[in-house]
């Protein structure tokens, strides 16, 4: 028998594989609807997909980052309870994260599962936050929210020890982003802008010489920041996020979910404590991820899938010959 060195209180091992599974099911029947212009039922496609299969795993699972609220999402709503019975764990979830992308067959659309011990994961409202994402081997600290986005990218470029020209910021492509745009360019830095899917552009931060990107900046979802604070526990790097709560129905929802201080900034180990699991399959091509291919006779999928812990990150490419299960259940 193999050691198993899964520290004290660490989630069970096997779990690596389980999480992979949900998150490739949910890419391959998003990957269906790649390219129809059809977001709803790409992002419907997932969502039954994921929830199948998490109903499937040995785990008493809640969902604490999902679709939304029960009323307005009738599956994987946060609250909701899936797998079949086993160790108890939060999940937060987007099971096609880039439904647009996925939609126009754009790059980096993602299926993402996040699995931690019960408590561990922020409970954040699906609002915005505001966020700021660096990849691992910088000085903590090194950029910081409160931080003009010019001063961001010249302090990054010094710690790397490159000229800020070198320095790639990975923007989401909104309006409200334009004085941070500028505010990067006007250094020499250059601006990698995305449609969406902004968990792939944080994650990109983590690879710079393969993705090009060296610091995720921005205001996007909150339920993505939590997933990407997750990605990161494992993978190493720094983000903060803070929640935009500007107006009373954002702080009651917030409030809801134990909330005290709106203004809070919290470090991605605040929003993901404890050990934690991340797998992101790609639905669409990407930058570090290929999209679901289809082949006559089988399926392949290539996942991102790692664990805090050990700080394991294992891509692994999947031939799913068993096709039919895809299509059938
Ligand atoms: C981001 C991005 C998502 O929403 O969180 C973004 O990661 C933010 O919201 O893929 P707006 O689109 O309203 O700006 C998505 O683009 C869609 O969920
Ligand atoms: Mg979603
Ligand atoms: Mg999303």
Redesign the pocket.
């Known amino acids: 028998m193999t050691e198993d060195r899964t520290p004290k209180g660490a989630l069970d091992r096997v779990l690596t594989v389980e999480v992979m599974r949900v998150t490739e099911r949910a890419a391959v029947s998003a990957a269906r609807l790649r390219g129809r212009g059809d977001e709803r039922a790409a992002d419907q496609a997932a969502v039954d997909a994921m929830r199948r299969e998490l109903n499937r795993l040995a785990i008493e699972g809640i969902v604490v980052i999902g679709e939304g609220e029960r009323d307005e999402a009738p599956m994987l709503y946060i609250g909701e309870a899936v797998g079949a019975g086993g160790q108890r764990v939060d999940i937060a979830l987007d099971p096609l994260?880039?439904?647009?992308l996925c939609a126009k067959d754009m790059p980096n659309s993602l299926a993402t599962l996040a699995l931690a011990s019960g408590g561990a994961l922020l409970n954040a409202p699906d609002v915005y936050m505001e966020k700021i994402a660096v990849g691992p081997g910088y000085p903590d600290g090194i950029v910081d929210l409160d931080m003009p986005a010019d001063e961001a990218v010249r302090r990054l470029a010094k710690a790397k020890g490159v000229d800020v020209h070198e320095i790639s910021a990975c923007i989401?492509d909104?309006p409200r982003h334009a004085d941070i745009i500028a505010a990067v360019r006007s250094t020499g830095a250059a601006v990698r802008l995305i449609g969406?899917?902004?968990?792939a552009g944080v994650i990109h931060t983590t690879n710079p010489i393969e993705t090009g990107v060296d610091i995720y900046m921005g205001t996007?979802?909150a339920p993505?920041g939590v997933l990407a604070s997750a990605a990161l526990r494992c993978i190493g790097g720094q983000m903060q996020g803070r929640l935009i709560l500007k107006t009373d129905e954002h702080k009651a929802r917030a409030e809801r979910m134990g909330i005290i201080d709106f203004d809070r900034v919290y470090s991605h180990e605040e929003m993901a404590k404890g050990d934690v699991y991340f797998s992101a399959t790609g639905v669409t091509d990407g930058n570090m991820l290929q999209g679901v291919r289809f082949y006559p006779d089988h399926i392949t999928t290539e996942t991102i899938v790692m664990r805090s812990s050990t700080g394991t990150v294992r891509t692994i490419k999947a031939k799913h010959t068993d096709f039919s299960k895809f299509i059938l259940d």
């Open positions: 994260e880039g439904t647009t989401l909104r969406d899917g902004d968990i996007g979802g993505e």
